[in-house]
């Protein structure tokens, strides 16, 4: 069965600065990946995923993630955050076989400073 | 869009209450699932669901049971809730034709006293 290490448990950022959410998955098989966001008091929402193709993938708000299979990483980045950023982000794996299988890391908290 | 809802956003109950939470969808997807969320932890499946009155079990199923009995409709039961079982929880669904992406509902933060 695949699983998900985030490395980070709580990242702390000033305002317009950079950020990087690091993930590691392992898998045997082929996967889909996934960067899922919760906001305060709310349910987790897709922020971005990876099915195929291009290795790189990006969300409607500015995040970017990397499928690296040499690495098994998918990593999201963002060149300058903002206050409104701050949420906790969920990387989660699936097998692309097995789409019901699908398995969370414990998350990241990001917060985003002024 | 879809949309996911759950019967109640908080709920405190005592220990040893029969415990409902209801989750309901809206976009025909035939997978469902529950999950209990707790700090440190992520997310992890209690069960889920593939199709009406079929479950299975995920990596946590002790203390619950879930019921499906229309598509739209998957119901997580506490038989006899107990203070471990305070946590966030969410429900989700999913579907072959966007790839199983799982789409959440609020969450419920149960409370167990």
């Known amino acids: 069965a695949q699983s998900v290490t985030q490395l980070d448990s709580q990242v702390p950022v000033f305002e317009e600065a950079p950020v990087e959410l690091r993930c590691n998955y392992s898998s045997s098989v082929s996967v889909y990946l996934f960067w899922y966001v919760q906001y305060p008091n709310q349910g987790l929402q897709l922020l971005l995923k990876y099915l195929s193709g291009s290795t790189l993938v990006e969300s409607i708000n500015g995040f970017e993630a990397e499928f690296n299979k040499s690495q098994t990483s998918f990593h999201l980045r963002k060149p300058s955050v903002h206050i409104s950023d701050t949420a906790e982000y969920f990387c989660?794996?699936?097998?692309?076989?097995?789409?019901?299988?699908?398995?969370f890391g414990a998350g990241t908290r990001l917060t985003v400073k002024p | 869009d879809v949309k996911v809802t759950q019967s109640s956003r908080y709920l405190v109950k005592r220990t040893g209450e029969k415990v409902f939470l209801e989750c309901v969808q809206d976009m025909d997807h035939e997978n469902m699932f529950w999950y209990r969320q707790d700090p440190g932890l992520g997310l992890r499946l209690i069960y889920f669901?593939?199709?009406?009155?079929?479950?299975e079990k995920g990596d946590i199923p002790e203390g619950y049971s879930v019921s499906r009995e229309k598509k739209e409709r998957f119901s997580l039961i506490l038989e006899s809730a107990s203070t471990n079982q305070t946590s966030m929880y969410l429900c989700?669904?999913?579907?072959?034709?966007?790839?199983?992406?799982?789409?959440f509902g609020p969450g419920t933060r149960l409370t167990v006293t």
């Open positions: 989660a794996v699936s097998d692309s076989g097995n789409n019901n299988d699908m398995r």
């Open positions: 669901s593939y199709d009406v009155k079929m479950k």
């Open positions: 989700a669904s999913s579907a072959w034709d966007t790839h199983y992406e799982q789409y």
